[in-house]
């Protein structure tokens, strides 16, 4: 049974929503986690408390949901899922949580919902995110931004970037910029020039950015000697912005501030 704050007679004719006092329990081992709604702007937050730590989760959905669709649960590791009801890539991500001993330990946040392939990666203590550091930055659009996947490992209590399993993971990309064959579309070709701005572009810059980021200096010395002489002024400006951008291992924390947990 919920208890409010005010009567909802009262405040409906107010168009404001009323706060639950009892938390709804969602599990209870090996951890108790349970979730109270409450009002939020022009939508309402479902909070949640793993143990002693607190996260909150915006949404717009049905206040009366089945929260539990928000917990994963792969031992020892417990994800809360947080989804705010934007559009950008950080508007959706999980907190992460090591379980021992019934408590709860925070080791950090990773902002991608969880990809199937990743159970085992996830039992074993390694976790995926998205860089989205470049969002919307460097003059690209969001759905054309450049991105790579990086790998997080539970180390010392936190979850530590892995900068060899980063660089692993993206091997693909690198490869296909470093050898498939260096053209640029022509000026005036606009079908050519608008594909190559969603995608080969994008990957360029992405790729150059996980060099960057992974501290492949004289690797992305190289790719840049490889593309630069092909871009006009305005991308080799932008691919410089873009790369001014990125911190070595920069921890996920100085790159998902828009995250809401």
């Known amino acids: ?7 909802p007679g009262f405040l409906a004719p107010l168009g404001l929503l009323a706060a639950e006092i009892e938390p709804r329990l969602l599990m209870d081992d090996p951890v108790r986690v349970t979730v109270t709604v409450e009002p ?11 143990g002693e730590s607190q996260v909150a989760t915006l949404y717009t959905g049905d206040a ?17 899922r947080s989804v705010s009801g934007g559009n950008c890539w950080d508007c959706a991500g999980e ?14 946040d990773i902002n991608t919902d ?13 976790f995926v995110t998205t860089y989205s550091r470049l969002e919307l930055q460097a003059g690209f659009c969001h759905a054309c931004s450049p991105s790579f996947v990086v790998s997080l490992a539970d180390r010392g209590d936190r979850l530590e970037i892995d900068g060899d399993g980063t660089w692993a993971l993206n091997e693909a990309l690198w490869q296909r910029e470093m050898l498939s064959p260096a053209v640029v579309p022509a000026e005036g070709d606009e079908e050519a020039r608008f594909r190559w701005e969603g995608e080969g572009f994008r990957d360029l810059v992405a790729a150059a950015a996980l060099a960057r980021f992974c501290g492949h200096e004289a690797d992305l010395a190289a790719l840049r000697a490889r593309w630069e002489p092909l871009l006009d002024e305005d991308g080799r400006k932008r691919l410089a912005e873009a790369l001014d951008l990125v911190k070595p291992l920069e921890p996920v924390s100085a790159w998902n501030s828009a995250a809401p947990y």
Do not use: T
């Open 64 to 80: 009366d949901q089945d929260f539990r669709s928000n917990i994963i649960w792969q031992a020892p590791y417990l994800l809360i």
């Open 95 to 108: 907190a992460v949580f090591r379980i021992e001993g019934g408590k709860a330990l925070r080791l950090g």
């Open 40 to 50: 939020a702007g022009d939508g309402e937050s479902a909070v949640f408390h793993v």
């Open 114 to 126: 969880l990809p199937p392939d990743n159970e085992l990666s996830v039992a074993s203590g390694y």
């Open 1 to 7: 049974m919920r208890f409010l704050l005010l009567l």
